[in-house]
């Protein structure tokens, strides 16, 4: 488990993180969602052992990761911009990992590299942006640490690979209980991996949720209302349920309620609308029910 208790980070009179507390979970993916500067690079930094925090503390099962080798063999930290030895053959690369951590698997690694179409023999500095992702993506799961951190590592990866990758991660965490931490500016590259999500404004936690139980307290609906009967069904569910978004195409109108989802079935049968779906909701959708009603606009925060 990690524990990240009223941490806060400065550079000179930039305050990066101010008193954040989090807690993560073994055995779960969490995902850190925020803008460019929101504090999800400084965070992880943090988290890894590489920045010290000026205030608060952060332990990973127990003990402290700064200037701790130990804590540090439990975790792999992928920047954004990753380093990489140049002159080095992805091979040389699985070496030096192998060095560094007693677990490398180096077998799964050179067998990885195949499937995933990396010659292991040629210089890493003739690798395009991607390929450089997916390797030190590899280099990380091979590793088989328990925690594995992620700063926008999926960023420049086709769907494709993306998947590929995604289902490495699933299969580790079933198989090893490997716990991904993935930072990240988009929404929609989390939504089909993460459990649990946090989203960061300014170096604060906006909103920390399993995604399950996000969902269950919100219910997106698509009705037609009975002729002549619009304005006054809609006002009766504005009355019974908070709603957090309504708009109208034509006849047709979509409304995002708080509310359980069998409460919400069971009133919409009782005003007998001429057409009624309950409709999926996406991750992008709660965010912004779950902010605006807290006071911010994430689609000014998230979605540009």
């Known amino acids: 488990m990690i524990e990240i208790n009223n941490v806060s980070k400065s550079f000179d009179d930039i305050k990066a993180i101010h008193e954040i507390s989090l807690t993560i979970k073994e055995g779960q993916v969490f995902g850190l969602v925020g803008t460019n500067g929101a504090g999800k690079s400084t965070l992880l930094r ?3 052992g590489v920045l010290k925090q000026d205030a608060g503390s952060i332990s990973i099962d127990g003990e402290a990761v700064f200037d701790n080798p ?3 063999q439990n975790l792999v930290f992928i920047a954004d911009d990753q380093f990489f030895f140049l002159n080095d053959s992805a091979r040389m690369m699985a070496d030096y990992y192998r060095n560094v951590y007693e677990h490398f698997d180096q077998d799964r690694f050179l067998k990885l590299l195949g499937e995933f179409g ?5 210089k890493i500095r003739n690798y395009s942006k991607g390929m450089k992702r997916q390797l030190a993506l590899l280099l990380g799961i091979c590793a088989n640490t328990k925690y594995l951190f ?3 590592s999926f960023d420049g990866l086709d769907p494709v690979m993306r998947q590929s990758v995604k289902s490495l991660f699933a299969s580790d965490m079933v198989e090893r209980g490997l716990t991904p931490v993935i930072a990240s500016h988009n929404l929609r590259e989390l ?3 993460c459990d649990h999500v946090g989203l960061l404004h300014k170096g604060g936690v906006l909103l920390s949720e399993d995604l ?3 969902k269950l307290g919100i219910q997106r609906i698509q009705v037609v209302f009975r002729d002549g009967k619009e304005k006054e069904d809609a006002e009766r569910i504005a009355q019974k349920f908070k709603v957090l978004d309504h708009s109208a195409t034509g006849k047709v109108e979509s409304f995002t309620l708080r509310g359980e989802e069998q409460n919400i079935n069971a009133f919409m049968r009782e005003l007998e609308p001429k057409y009624y779906e309950p409709l999926p909701l996406t991750l992008e959708e709660i965010f912004i029910a ?5 006071g911010y606009d994430i689609r000014k925060l998230i979605l540009g």
Do not use: F, G, Q, V
């Open 46 to 48: 943090m988290m890894a």
């Open 70 to 72: 130990k804590a540090k």
């Open 118 to 122: 990396l010659d292991e023999k040629r």
């Open 150 to 152: 992620c700063d926008e």
């Open 191 to 193: 939504e089909d991996i």
């Open 212 to 214: 399950e139980n996000l």
């Open 290 to 294: 779950e902010t605006e009603s807290a």
